[in-house]
């Protein structure tokens, strides 16, 4: 059964990325790319459908114990996990290298004290856990596999010329050992093409330290120094975990289906480029000084939309796809028994007419900070502003995706201010040319919209869409990107508004109701938790509008959601007090580092 979504660490290689349990089980892991088809799937079924563990060894009616303790080796995505057994103490240590050659999964069993019993249970399905590899040995080596794909298993007992004996049992392969005091024993995962010759013997003690020094030497290049810098490095190294390494692509979670709420249908395909997720994560790491990133991100983007910028799509793959097809998995039951699996994502061709702000206001960023010129950037932006020019009074899906019917959200009317703001600034620094008096009007015309059709008078608050008594945590964003200033007393009414209605017991912000009937925004049955994004938004605009007591406060209980490596998934579940949603969530770390960098410039922290 797999463990609580906050039980899990990640481990990756900046081209995929495997979640391990607090019991040493691999229960999440697709190779050769994050969206591919996972070779262990129990995250989402039960342990038919694909499992490594690595611990202790128990008796078979027993669960597997949990890890004593475990953490991040120093500013690292190397896992350490340390079992206290009556028989002594044992570490494993799990890394994926970052890739040169084929992709690989090292687990190193090191003995601390005593003689401790252990076992490694392999239990390989391929697609999604529906297809049994076939697994033999091959030149001394163990090998699964299936159609395109070969999984080669390798064991080393590190410093001495022991063997290990392997063996299968009920389609799973096993391997039993005792670890003492001082040995190190490492056990290799490598994915390779089935047509292709196998991949080279594995450097176990190698990779782990070329691994270390990767690390090391990224985190040195981060700027920010301020009281937070744990939970911000914290979230840079997930961010930059996330990144495709290969085109600069920055998938939103690793996962996909995790529920929004256990038992219910809100489970989604988080393994692709939103546009709105990797602009803002580009913003991030662009303030915290990596530049390398943010240059690879823009050259992702314009690959992405190259020949169609009219026809902008709010997702890609990590390479620039543009095809994600939505499919259910029907053989897999869901995390907890939230069905269905889907693989794909439906919202690809929806209209967010937000994407084209976010994604003008990273290239105005960008540009802003020095990052080297590119001309195409400039042509690209000019052209998306054409194309609002003419759309931007549509209505649309909005910033949540909703499956219901179109409307004219704020947000999304906000962002395309934005998108003309961000451009006649690019033309006013010289950079580019276009119809600056055009554009001032059209700017002009879009906040007096806003402003006139989206803002309620008599409650004092903007609402989530034009005619619509909902309110929208999107709208916190408002004085963010600049559309009004914060002590204007729409945007003061509009967070007191949102603050007392869309608040759940425990203080955290619901993206906006969702309850059944007419007015159902998205067009789906059940319930969400609160989305963490909206919640660092609330203490960003606390803190804007001199609150910043009260802001520290609410940033300080959202870092204590962290779990106990400093994850966060999508939402808070706050009747059952966790976690839920894929995981881990771009969309809630990068909120996470923006909202440090503002507490901390303002003074706003204690201690």
């Not at 609580?4 to 081209?15: F, K, N, P, S």
């Not at 649309?396 to 004219?408: A, F, L, Q, S």
């Not at 554009?439 to 879009?446: A, K, P, Q, S, Y």
Request: hydrophobic residues 40%.
């Amino acid at each position: 059964m797999a463990g609580r979504i906050e039980d899990y660490a990640l481990i990756g290689d900046m081209q995929t990325a495997a979640l391990v349990c607090r019991d040493g089980t691999v229960d999440w892991l697709c190779l050769p790319r994050f969206d591919s088809q996972a070779i262990f799937a129990g995250l989402l079924g039960t342990e038919d459908h694909g499992f490594w563990r690595v611990g202790p060894a128990h008796a078979p009616e027993a669960e597997a114990p949990d890890a004593t303790r475990r953490r991040y080796r120093g500013d690292s995505l190397v896992l350490e996990s340390e079992w206290d057994t009556p028989d002594g103490t044992v570490r494993v240590t799990d890394f994926m290298p970052p890739r040169d050659g084929a992709p690989q999964v090292i687990r190193i069993v090191e003995g601390v004290s005593g003689e401790v019993p252990m076992r490694s249970t392999l239990r390989m399905r391929f697609s999604y856990g529906r297809i049994v590899p076939w697994v033999h040995r091959r030149d001394d080596r163990l090998v699964g596999i299936a159609g395109p794909d070969s999984v080669w298993y390798d064991t080393a007992v590190l410093g001495r010329e022991e063997e290990l004996t392997t063996y299968g049992k009920d389609l799973t392969t096993y391997t039993d050992f005792t670890v003492s005091a001082g040995d190190r024993i490492a056990f290799t995962l490598s994915w390779q093409p089935s047509h292709k010759e196998p991949p080279s013997l594995p450097e176990p003690e190698q990779a782990l330290a070329a691994t270390d020094d990767f690390w090391s030497e990224w985190v040195a290049l981060c700027t920010y120094h301020g009281p937070y810098r744990e939970a911000v490095i914290r979230s840079l190294i997930t961010l930059k975990a996330l990144t495709y390494a290969p085109t600069g692509g920055i998938v939103a979670a690793p996962t996909t289906s995790l529920p929004e709420e256990i038992g219910g249908v809100r489970n989604w395909d988080y393994r692709y480029t939103w546009l709105r997720d990797a602009a803002i994560t580009l913003s991030s790491l662009l303030r915290t000084g990596y530049r390398e990133e943010a240059r690879a991100w823009r050259e992702w983007l314009l690959r992405a939309v190259a020949g169609d910028p009219e026809n902008l799509q709010i997702m890609y793959g990590i390479a620039g796809e543009r095809e994600l097809g939505e499919a259910e998995l029907d053989w897999l039951p869901g995390y907890e028994n939230s069905a269905p699996v889907r693989v794909g994502n439906g919202a690809a061709h929806q209209l967010q007419l937000d994407v084209y702000g976010e994604t003008i206001e990273a290239l105005h960023l960008a540009h802003m900070t020095g990052l080297s010129r590119n001309d195409y950037a400039s042509q690209l932006q000019l052209k998306l502003i054409r194309y609002l020019e003419d759309h931007w009074n549509q209505p649309d899906e909005g910033i949540w995706e909703v499956r219901g019917p179109r409307r004219h959200f704020v947000h999304s009317k906000v962002m395309a201010w934005v998108a003309v703001d961000r451009t006649i600034k690019l033309v006013e620094s010289g950079d580019a040319e276009g119809p600056l008096e055009r554009w001032r009007e059209l700017r002009e015309d879009i906040h007096r919209d806003v402003c006139e059709k989206g803002y309620d008078p008599e409650r004092n608050t903007f609402t989530q869409s034009y005619g619509s008594q909902e309110l929208d945590a999107s709208l916190l964003l408002i004085p963010q990107v600049g559309f009004l200033p914060p002590d204007d007393k729409r945007v003061i009414g509009t967070i007191e508004a949102i603050q007392r209605e869309l608040s759940t017991p425990d203080g955290f912000i619901l993206r906006y109701p969702t309850h059944a009937g007419d007015d159902n925004v998205d067009g789906l049955a059940g319930d969400e938790g609160a989305f963490l994004a909206c919640s660092f938004w609330m203490a960003d605009d606390l803190a804007m509008i001199g609150r910043v007591d009260e802001a520290r406060r609410l940033f300080e209980k959202l870092l204590s959601l962290r779990n106990d490596l400093g994850l966060l998934a999508e939402e808070w579940d706050s009747k059952h007090q966790r976690q839920v949603g894929n995981f881990p969530q771009a969309f809630s770390h990068v909120p996470l580092i923006d909202t440090a960098l503002r507490l901390t410039a303002s003074g706003a922290y204690g201690g």
